[in-house]
C-alpha cells in the first residue's frame, strides 16, 4: 500500500476526479468462518451512508449562507411525490438509502447536520451533494468525503459515550457503510481536461480511488467491516452533462471513460482491501450497466422519456430545476412516474426503487460479492 499512498500523495494536487465500477471474479457467498450466523431479532444493524447527490438526505441545507442556487433541493417542486415538501433530497421523492433503511427495517435516516436528537444506532446519512473523494472538489459548497469521515468520528465518540466503549464497538462493527462518490470529481477533472489520454485519465482515478481507499481503511480502523458501493453510472449520459457540453447524439465519451476505468479500480482496490484487513466484507452494485440498460431500452422499465428532465429547463430540460426558487422560468412534466430523470442529474423516485431493490438482493452478477441483504444478516467476528 506504501506506492498507492505515494501516488494519492504526489497527485492529489493535479486532479479533481470522481466513481465508478466493474466487477471482480467473486461468487456470491455466505460461508466462511468469520461471517455466515445471522443476528439475533434483539440488535438492530445500523446504517452510515456516505456519498453525493444521489444519496443526499438534506445536509446541505444546514451549511452556512446555503441559497437555492447552491442547493436546488431546498426549493419545490423538489420532494413533491412523497414528502409532498422539499427536503434537500435530489428527486420527486425518496432517494436510495431511504429505501436501504425501509428494508433493513430502519426508520428513514435524518441528515447528519439537521438539529436535534439523533439516534446513531440506527446509523445516520453525511451524505452532501457537490462532494467528492477529495477536498479540492467544490470546497465551500458541499461536505467532501474527507469531511463525512470527520462527522462519522464524532457519531463514534456520541456512541462511545452514550453506550460504553463495548456496546458501541459492536453497533459499529456490525453496521453497513453505504458509499457512493465520485462523480463530481470526475466532473471537475474532464471539465478542466476535456482532451485527456487515457494514460492521464488512469492516473486521475489513481488520485481518486487511492484517496477513498485511504478513507475505507480508516472508517475500518475505526469499527467499520461492512461496506457496501453504488459504482458510478455512465457520468456522459446523465442530461445535464449532455446539455452542458452540447452533446446532442449521444453521451460524453471521456465520462463515460472516466467512469469505467474508475470501477475497474474500484474493484481492485477492494479486493487488495478484503486480502489485507480481517473481516472486511464488501458488495458492488453495477449502477453503470443497470442505469445503461434503462437509457437504452426506456420501455422495458416502464419509462417513456429516458432522455429529458421531468423538471428543468434547456435541451433536454437539464438545468434549473425549480427555477432558483422561482427567478428563473423552468417547466415540469405533467407525469413524473413517465421520466427515469427528475432534474438533469437525479433519477425519479419510481427509478430509485428497482436500483435500491438491486442493491440490497440484487443476484451476483449485479451486486457482488454480497448484497446488502446479505451483509445486513452476517456477524462480523472481527
Known sequence: MASLGYIVYALASLFNPVSFFLYGHHSQYTGGSNSSTEHDDQFKVALFVFGDSLF???????????????????APPYGETFFHYPTGRFSDGR???????????????????????????????????????????????????????????DVRKSLQQKLGDLKAK?????????????GDDYFDFYNDFPNATESLQLEAVAVVVGNLSIILQDIYDLGGRKF??????????????????????????????????????????????????????????????????????????GFTNATDACCGTGLFRAAYCGGDNGTKP???????????????????????IPIAELIWSGTPNVTGPYNVKQLFQQVSAY
Request: with cysteine; charged share 20%; aromatic share 12%.
Open 330 to 352: 423552468y417547466e415540469l412534466c405533467n407525469n413524473v412516474g413517465d421520466y427515469l430523470w427528475f432534474d438533469g442529474s437525479h433519477t425519479t423516485e419510481i427509478a430509485n
Open 95 to 153: 432517494i436510495v438509502p431511504d429505501f436501504i433503511a425501509k428494508y433493513a427495517k430502519l426508520p428513514m435516516l435524518p441528515p447528519y447536520l439537521q438539529p436535534g436528537p439523533h439516534d446513531f444506532t440506527d446509523g445516520c446519512n453525511f451524505a452532501s451533494a457537490g462532494a467528492g473523494v477529495l477536498v479540492q472538489t467544490n470546497p465551500g459548497r458541499s461536505i467532501s468525503l474527507p469531511a463525512q469521515l470527520s462527522f462519522f468520528k
Open 56 to 74: 443526499e438526505a438534506g445536509n446541505n441545507g444546514y451549511l452556512p449562507n446555503v441559497t437555492t442556487e447552491l442547493d436546488a433541493a431546498i
Open 170 to 182: 459492536r453497533v459499529l462493527r456490525e453496521a453497513v457503510y453505504l458509499i457512493g462518490i465520485g
Open 228 to 301: 457496501a458501493f453504488q459504482n458510478a453510472g455512465p457520468l456522459g449520459c446523465i442530461p445535464y452533462r449532455r446539455q452542458e457540453h452540447n452533446s446532442i447524439e449521444g453521451c460524453v465519451e471521456g465520462l463515460n471513460s472516466l467512469a469505467r476505468l474508475h470501477n475497474t479500480a474500484l474493484v481492485a482496490t477492494l479486493e487488495e482491501l478484503e486480502s489485507q484487513l480481517l473481516g472486511f466484507k464488501y458488495s458492488i452494485f453495477d449502477y453503470y450497466n443497470s442505469l445503461d440498460d434503462r437509457l437504452r431500452n426506456p420501455a422495458k422499465y
